[in-house]
């Protein structure tokens, strides 16, 4: 191939990684000017919990622990476990529990967004958590995206699904291990 072929062949890789991480990026930097600019409104309750930020930890305990499985089918799905053949099944099992796991989400970020808000004077753990939360929801939306492109992401899919799980493992760690380690569950 020539170099001005591979040149060309760069410039389409490029733009199909780049254009869900801008959007990816777009969208993390919408949350949190939107978490930081709002009125904060109060919620009462989450799905029927008597304490609000119980819920919101055991939910996000449910997303940490889907995403280390989603880590564990993607290792499988792109044969990256020693001894584990190529099942049929992981595939749809690692779409619908990435399903399950924005589902469980989605009420304690609404929560943290509605309710909550970001307010100046935070904490560095409140602040670290809700730049997790941006990025999480950045890179979801940059991995889907990844994933409707011709050729499906090439190494951008991987990026993407680490910083996903990365984001998560931020999450956990500021709000359900400290909720579990200080306030008690």
């Not at 969208?27 to 904060?40: D, S, T, Y």
């Not at 304490?51 to 889907?66: D, I, N, P, S, Y």
């Given at each position: 191939?020539?170099?001005?072929?591979?040149?060309?062949?760069?410039?389409?890789?490029?733009?199909?990684?780049?254009?869900?991480?801008?959007?990816?990026?777009?969208?993390?930097?919408?949350?949190?000017?939107?978490?930081?600019?709002?009125?904060?409104?109060?919620?009462?309750?989450?799905?029927?919990?008597?304490?609000?930020?119980?819920?919101?930890?055991?939910?996000?305990?449910?997303?940490?622990?889907?995403?280390?499985?989603?880590?564990?089918?993607?290792?499988?799905?792109?044969?990256?476990?020693?001894?584990?053949?190529?099942?049929?099944?992981?595939?749809?099992?690692?779409?619908?529990?990435?399903?399950?796991?924005?589902?469980?989400?989605?009420?304690?970020?609404?929560?943290?967004?509605?309710?909550?808000?970001?307010?100046g004077d935070t904490q560095?753990?409140?602040?670290?958590?809700?730049?997790?939360?941006?990025?999480?929801?950045?890179?979801?939306?940059?991995?889907?995206?990844?994933?409707?492109?011709?050729?499906?992401?090439?190494?951008?899919?991987?990026?993407?699904?680490?910083?996903?799980?990365?984001?998560?493992?931020?999450?956990?760690?500021?709000?359900?291990?400290?909720?579990?380690?200080?306030?008690?569950g």
């Open positions: 191939m020539s170099t001005a072929g591979r040149a060309r062949e760069y410039g389409r890789v490029a733009f199909r990684v780049w254009l869900p991480v801008v959007a990816g990026t777009g969208v993390a930097v919408v949350l949190g000017v939107f978490a930081r600019e709002h009125e904060p409104v109060r919620v009462l309750s989450i799905a029927g919990f008597v304490h609000l930020q119980a819920a919101k930890a055991w939910l996000t305990c449910g997303v940490a622990a889907l995403a280390v499985l989603q880590l564990l089918l993607a290792l499988a799905l792109y044969q990256r476990l020693p001894r584990v053949p190529a099942w049929p099944w992981i595939g749809p099992a690692h779409r619908w529990t990435g399903r399950l796991a924005l589902l469980l989400s989605l009420p304690v970020a609404v929560h943290c967004l509605y309710s909550i808000g970001l307010q560095p753990r409140v602040l670290i958590h809700a730049v997790c939360g941006c990025v999480f929801y950045g890179a979801f939306v940059a991995k889907m995206l990844l994933l409707s492109r011709p050729g499906g992401g090439g190494w951008g899919l991987p990026v993407a699904g680490g910083v996903v799980f990365a984001a998560i493992a931020g999450l956990w760690l500021s709000s359900a291990l400290w909720f579990f380690t200080t306030v008690g």
